[in-house]
């Protein structure tokens, strides 16, 4: 197949993909002048994978509305690129599994302690071994909370509220989650039983990958007036959690992707990849597995209400603290698929917005966000690896016009798990976290070695790109101090 | 090389090959299994059987990887050795399995990264020359 992929630059930062052929909107990327380079390359080195090609695949799904696009992380996924957004027309458009992939609103939850840096260097190891022994991580490993299939149907359409209803967490953190942690519309049974079964033992699992818990400590505040609206400050001590809808959600991709094979062909929608099988959005099928998808958001909102519960009975144990002191700055999903109204064209219009590798990132002024960030928009964070950096950003007003309210999820792979494996090795990257003064717990070293900083892409280009964009701004960084990884 | 990993830049590309479908298929859940923990060390204690229809070999592969996902799950086995026979049918294809294997062992066994599931992105069931190549990329 001949690759016309040629991309037009509008800005230091924005390039376009024109239309051509079955597109049906152009594609738009942001990303700076380094990771085009990447994409032209795999293209060019004729990669089967390549991020470009699935920009323009995603463009000429049916319905797709403005453009098909990419944000700054933007790296090869599986059908949608990494960091891809792809808004659809409700009548028109389709839904897509590969939009939002396996594990359905995979995401950060933040926690902030009223401790600060200086106080954790006499407990950092005590407090390591404690979370590394206290929160199931890893292949393998076990939640302690062990739920009945009707309790399981609860936590689908409760979500974080089941979490707290069982003892896990405090009213208080709900406020605080997107969508306060339980999206409405959750249909129990469009799960599968298999599903089902699958998560019996997964609640409250971190689970593998580049999945981590860690414990950061605010390096620097970039947006004094926003991060006190988020209740940050320089110093802090912070906890990030990256986890999502665990085996539940993987059910779901699968038993949908299969489903979305057979709609596809009953629909007769043309597709250029397999992975971008889909149905109409108000077809049976459609609502169908968009009901799925509420249930797997709401699993990984529980999942990580009860591991917020996990890491405080551990900060309790060793530092002695209140947990209630340990308060939910946010939390929110980068796998997810949601009907959100948008203005296309001066035109208020409701759409259905996949995120694959992207968050949600709505600006100033929303009521989606929590009452308390309303005025300066939601956070959204930003995961980093685990020897650099995360972010604490926020959405704009541009965002909202150019990228449906969205933003950029993590730094972006850069290597392969392959090439990292070969290159770096587990315990040489645990000694170089230690000389930084980050301490690493980790079940698997050769996971280590495959999420090696140097296998990303530099975290903070990524965030200048976006900043540059106009589509996000930053309000914070973070750096690890100890990290945990299944 | 009967399996192999393909560069991938956020997930895995697994490739079984074989000298007939059902040694392709094979290879591939050995590859499969071997990203989760180090096939070597796992012992074939324990069976399961596998039996699956689909319309094409490649929906077929898939089947046959997710349902090894899901018994790893429910019965907590990780496999190691498997043997699969694929019969074709007037409507598709049907494929009955059987996967040898013992469940996980933190003190015997090197775990790695888990498989969350398999993918349709470079699926690919073809026979070249007297070799059959079974490839798909699975989601880590």
Not at chain 1, 45 to 61: F, G, S
Not at chain 1, 173 to 197: F, Y
Not at chain 1, 215 to 236: H, R
Not at chain 1, 328 to 342: F, L, M, P, Q, S
């Amino acid at each position: 197949m001949s690759e016309k992929l040629a991309l037009e630059q509008i800005s230091p930062v924005e390039w376009l993909l024109p239309m051509s052929g079955d597109m049906r909107v152009p594609g738009r990327i942001f990303a700076d002048a380094q990771t085009i380079d990447l994409l032209r390359k795999d293209i060019a080195e004729k990669k089967e994978w390549n991020a470009l090609r699935q920009v323009r695949n995603v463009a000429c799904l049916p319905g797709i509305v403005t453009a098909a696009l990419a944000l700054p992380d933007v790296h090869p996924g599986y059908g949608f690129p990494i960091g891809g957004v792809g808004a659809f027309d409700l009548e028109e458009g389709v839904v897509v599994v590969g939009g939002v992939g396996f594990d359905i609103n995979c995401g950060v939850r933040l926690l902030a302690t009223p401790l600060q840096g200086n106080d954790l260097p006499a407990i950092r190891e005590k407090l390591a071994d404690d979370l590394y022994r206290t929160v199931p991580a890893g292949l393998g490993s076990e939640g302690k909370l062990r739920l009945r299939l009707e309790e399981i149907d609860e936590l689908l359409r409760e979500g974080a509220h089941y979490a707290v209803k069982r003892g896990y967490g405090f009213e208080e953190d709900l406020t605080s989650i997107e969508e306060t942690g339980k999206i409405a519309g959750a249909d129990p049974d469009a799960v599968s039983r298999i599903a089902k079964q699958r998560q019996f033992k997964q609640v409250g699992t971190l689970g593998s990958g580049n999945h981590y818990l860690e414990i950061q400590t605010v390096d620097e505040v970039l947006d004094p007036g926003v991060a006190e609206i988020y209740g940050l400050e320089e110093g802090q001590i912070t906890i990030s959690i990256h986890t999502g809808s665990r085996a539940l959600g993987h059910q779901i991709g699968q038993d949908y992707l299969k489903d979305m094979e057979q709609a596809s062909r009953k629909y007769e929608i043309p597709i250029r990849e397999k992975e971008l099988v889909c149905a109409p959005i108000r077809s049976p099928e459609g609502k169908r597995y968009l009901s799925a998808v509420v249930c797997g958001s709401n699993c990984a909102f529980a999942n990580r209400q009860v591991i917020t519960h996990l890491v405080r009975s551990s900060f309790t144990r060793v530092v002695g603290m209140d947990s209630t002191s340990i308060r939910t700055v946010y939390d929110i999903g980068h796998n997810n698929a949601k009907i959100e109204r948008h203005q296309v064209d001066g035109e208020t219009r409701e759409l259905l917005v996949h995120r694959k590798g992207s968050t949600r990132a709505f600006g100033p002024g929303r009521e989606e966000s929590p009452p308390a960030y309303r005025q300066v928009g939601h956070p959204i964070l930003i995961g980093g690896t685990m020897g650099t950096a995360s972010y604490v950003m926020r959405g704009t007003t541009l965002g909202m016009e150019k990228v449906f309210g969205s933003g950029i999820h993590g730094a972006g792979r850069a290597l392969s798990r392959k090439k990292a494996a070969k290159k770096y090795w587990g315990e040489n990257i645990k000694e170089e976290l230690a000389k930084g003064g980050i301490t690493l717990r980790a079940h698997n070293l050769r996971g280590v070695a495959e999420e090696a900083p140097g296998a990303y892409k530099d975290i903070e280009l990524v965030v200048q790109t976006a900043t540059a964009a106009g589509i996000n701004r930053p309000v914070a960084r973070l750096r690890p101090v100890i990290v945990i990884k299944g | 090389m009967p399996f192999e990993y393909l560069d991938h830049t956020a997930d895995v590309g697994l490739r079984g090959t074989g000298e007939t479908i059902g040694e392709a298929f094979s290879e591939a859940a050995k590859g499969m299994f071997n990203l989760m923990v180090d096939v070597d060390q796992v012992t074939a204690k324990q069976s399961l059987k596998v039996l699956r229809d689909a319309s094409t070999p490649e929906l077929l592969l898939v089947e046959w990887l997710s349902e090894l996902l899901i018994q790893k799950d429910l019965t907590g086995l990780y496999c190691s050795r498997f043997c699969v026979d694929i019969v074709e049918q007037p409507d598709g294809l049907s494929l009955a399995g059987t996967a040898w294997g013992e469940p996980l062992d933190l003190s015997r066994h090197s775990v790695k990264l888990e498989v969350k599931g398999v993918t349709y992105c470079g699926l690919h069931v073809v026979q070249k020359g007297k070799e059959w190549i079974a490839q798909c990329v699975v989601d880590i």
